[in-house]
């Protein structure tokens, strides 16, 4: 939304010193249809200076009533989201009466009709700034208020919300009233949801999905159920403060556009998340880490809450640490930190080296726009490394010590990164803030190169980071493999020697992943690493070198054609499947698609289908390689090309099965059609078909994604439409852009390439923040790598207009274009 104001700094300074909000009660009435929802917000809040004004913020379809005080005030007052309040007393009541609009994007009240059996889902995405498209408050993080909600809703609806609730009438809802919680985090769930209820150390449990997936979610009810308990044993053996609301619901929404949302008491998760195909266990592990991601918020972000967004790392950087740490250590998912190496921290390593990066914890952010932008890999990934460098450094007893002391002094209300530093600093008597003003006050990642006997550092921005690690050495066995010979740990910032032992092949810095840092081997390991990566027994320690040739081919360093030869040599015998799904997605999506040039690109795809045969041969048969299997089977879908490997596919679609299995289930099934779809050996008879056989969401992405991929001008006219011009939820417009660029098609494109650069802008700014960033994103043409790409999206970015959304995804994409146009240079040389 476009038309509305964005909250600066400085006002959200001014109105928390002006104001303190005692009670919000906000009365939802979901009875109206479609299109909008009743909205009545009664706020009692205080004023520090009797006399004085400030504005509410409320982003209404109408606004049809405020009253202050017992005066009506003029509700033409409204402007770009924001309503005046002037003459403020000591002791005010502010009622608001409004209809909102439902939204298709996922911010604010998302309202979704299941094409499986026509229901309505209703939820609210009221993080960062879209609350006030709920419900009217003072949208700010430190203007914490106990919520009390009330719900309208048709009658064979179930509503969740924060706090328990009841049906007390029939269609009508009412919730406890909460502890002080902030405005972004006030939730409602709503619609005829299928619920599963349990009890954990006196915590009233809830599950809840949309109907359709009910068979889905209760398959793994024991299994979530399991990971939750987990998650809170843990979390009350190590903080002091008991789990502070009184229920705690997970409900799976659709068309969520994050991972999840950690609203006290109410968490929201991608209904992905609810698995109608199989999934290997990697997808579980992340669903769990999901789940204990959410769970650590109700600490740290809701009833700790930073005070301004600033501090968003605060929040996302602790939960994503906490995620990996109490998953690996708590849950069955033991290798929880080699899915981190291998493809987790790839997300901050990526964003720390581009012209957008940022401190993992910026010194100012001056508004709600720019804090929307660093919720990124710098805010994840980098963060949850550097909090993970920092235990290693501090331990974690100490760590643990200053979090649970943080918690007691702040509790249900704001703090700042100073606040955690300090506690920290008195609970390990370590110069934390030094350390802090080093890692998390800088941009850029280290590299560490081992040269003649030492560590050598180096940084982008001259910043002389501490690093904490260890280093591996290998040596070659009687029968060819390679051994352990030995691990040290190293302190960089008190001794960069390392001594390798007699008979030691390669040397391995960070091979347990203790630090954020780009790793360099000297030439003698690198050989070793050619010839025997797949035997370094450790699969944390392969992780660390596989990261290492990934960033050599985005670097330039090293040509497409070696990676893809080190793809051939080790990836058929690795068994994490952590690493074979990380290295063939990078190995496919950017190597083949984008970095090899489009002369080399049949043989190199053949090549990496040739590995993924190779993958299938080897688990045939073996029942406990489930997930390699399956990820053996997309690849082999994935990398098909020719008529023959076509006509193969088409058979697997007939009988239902891949030969030896799996059976093909509704993913699989949409997976091989696109496949049919872009080489031109399936087309709309077949589509509409599988659409008419499971009329799901899942199929309905589906289908959209291969009328998108269809190789004729047509096809792809209508989906440009669709996408630049039409009014698609956020999901579908995904499924759109993945379908529409497909480097086979390379000529049919080139028109669109050219004209994506004119449309963008104007449609990103037609849609709002979510759909900018799938434009920019999902919607980018990736595949095109060559200097004129660069230059059109060059001149895009000079378009003042763009907003910032747009900047920033097109931004992005621009920097992993660059890299790709580098890495073919090093082809073509
Ligand atoms: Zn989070």
């Keep these: ?54 504005f509410l913020d409320v982003k209404p379809a109408a606004l049809h009533w405020v009253v202050l005080n017992g005066r009506e005030l003029d509700v033409a007052a ?133 109907r359709s997936l009910a068979a889905h979610l209760d398959a793994d009810v024991d299994e979530l159920l399991e990971i939750t308990r987990q998650g809170f044993d843990h979390y009350h053996r190590v903080f002091r403060h008991r789990y502070p609301f009184d229920s705690y619901d997970q409900c799976f929404v659709p068309e969520f556009n994050a991972g999840a949302m950690e609203n006290p008491g109410c968490v929201t998760l991608r209904d992905e998340f609810v698995f109608r195909s199989a999934v290997p266990d990697t997808k579980r592990e992340e669903r769990a880490m999901v789940v204990i991601h959410e769970m650590a ?27 990996y740490s109490v998953t690996a250590s708590s849950t069955r998912f033991t290798s929880a930190w080699t899915g981190f190496a291998a493809d987790r921290k790839t997300w901050g390593y990526d964003a720390d080296q581009r012209p957008s990066t940022h401190p993992v914890a910026p010194g100012t952010v001056d508004d709600t726009a720019q804090a929307l932008q660093n919720f990124d890999g710098i805010s994840y990934a980098k963060g949850a490394a550097a909090l993970r460098q920092l235990v290693a450094w501090l331990g974690e007893e100490a760590f643990l010590a200053g979090v649970n002391d943080y918690f007691d002094e702040h509790a249900f209300g704001n703090a700042t990164l100073d606040d955690l530093l300090r506690a920290l600093a008195a609970t390990s008597g370590r110069d934390v803030h030094g350390w802090a003003d080093r890692w998390l006050r800088t941009t850029g990642v280290d590299t560490l190169r081992l040269t003649d006997g030492r560590i050598e550092q180096t940084s982008a921005d001259g910043t002389l980071r501490p690093h904490r690690l260890t280093v591996a050495h290998y040596r070659r066995t009687a029968e060819g493999a390679l051994e352990q010979a030995g691990r040290v740990p190293v302190d960089l910032a008190a001794d960069a020697t390392v001594t390798r032992p007699a008979g030691a092949e390669l ?50 360093e090293l040509a497409p054609g070696e990676y893809l030869r080190l793809v051939a040599d080790h990836l058929p015998g690795e068994t994490s499947v952590h690493l074979v799904d990380a290295v063939l997605a990078f190995a496919r999506e950017f190597v083949v698609d984008c970095a090899v040039p489009p002369s080399g690109r049949p043989e190199a795809l053949a090549g990496l289908a040739q590995v993924c045969r190779t993958l299938l041969r080897r688990t045939e048969g073996e029942p406990g390689r489930t997930g390699l299997r399956l990820v053996a089977v997309r690849g082999v ?137 799938v434009l920019a994103t999902a919607g980018f043409p990736a595949f095109a790598a060559t200097e004129q790409t660069v230059r059109a999206a060059e001149a895009c970015l000079a378009d003042p207009d763009l907003t910032a959304a747009t900047r920033r995804g097109l931004v992005d994409q621009l920097d992993t274009l660059r890299r790709a146009v580098r890495a073919r240079a090093l082809t073509e040389r």
């Design 1 to 54: 939304m476009s038309d509305t104001s964005v909250l600066t700094r400085a006002e959200a300074v001014e109105r928390h010193r002006l104001l303190d909000v005692h009670t919000v009660h906000v009365d939802l009435d979901l009875t109206h249809g479609q299109e909008l929802f009743g909205s009545t917000t009664v706020i009692r809040f205080g004023c520090a200076a009797p006399g004085a004004g400030t």
């Design 78 to 210: 409204l402007r770009a989201g924001r309503f005046p309040l002037t003459g403020l007393a000591a002791d005010n009541e502010l009622t608001v009466e409004a209809d909102m609009a439902y939204s298709h994007t996922g911010e604010g009240m998302h309202r979704f009709t299941d094409p499986a059996d026509g229901e309505d889902y209703v939820y609210t995405q009221s993080f960062l700034d879209d609350g006030p498209r709920v419900f009217a408050s003072f949208d700010q993080p430190d203007l914490k208020a106990r919520y009390t909600v009330s719900v309208t809703a048709p009658q064979q609806w179930t509503v969740v919300g924060n706090s328990l609730g009841r049906q007390v009438s029939p269609g009508r809802w009412e919730f406890a009233p909460t502890p002080a919680i902030s405005s972004y985090l006030v939730s409602v769930v709503a619609g005829p949801l299928h619920s599963v209820h349990a009890e954990h150390d006196g915590i009233p449990l809830g599950l809840h999905c949309r």
């Design 297 to 323: 918020h109700m600490w740290f972000g809701d009833l700790v809450t930073m005070k301004w967004w600033d501090d968003l790392w605060l929040n996302e950087s602790f939960a994503e640490y906490m995620a």
């Design 507 to 556: 040397t391995l810095l960070n091979d347990t992943d203790l630090t954020f840092a780009k790793i360099r081997l000297d030439p003698g390991s690198w050989q070793a690493v050619r010839s025997s990566l797949g035997a370094v027994p450790e699969e944390l320690a392969r992780a660390v070198l596989w990261s290492a040739g990934r960033d050599q081919v985005r670097d330039g």
């Design 637 to 773: 879908i994935a990398t098909a090309d020719g008529e023959e490997q076509a006509a193969e596919l088409r058979d697997w679609l007939a009988a239902g099965t891949v030969p030896g299995g799996p059976v093909l289930d509704p993913d699989l099934r949409w997976q091989l059609l696109l496949r049919l779809c872009v080489l031109g050996a399936a087309g709309e008879p077949e589509i509409a078909a599988e659409l008419a056989a499971d009329p799901s969401s899942t199929s309905q992405e589906g289908a959209a994604r291969c009328r998108a991929a269809l190789p004729a001008p047509a096809a792809k006219e209508t989906a440009w439409q669709a996408l630049f011009h039409g009014e698609l939820s956020n999901y579908l417009a995904i499924a759109t852009a993945r379908g529409l660029w497909q480097p086979e098609q390379a000529e049919l494109l080139e028109e669109l390439t050219a004209r994506y650069f004119k449309e963008l802008g104007p449609a990103a700014g037609r849609r709002g923040p979510a759909l900018a960033r």
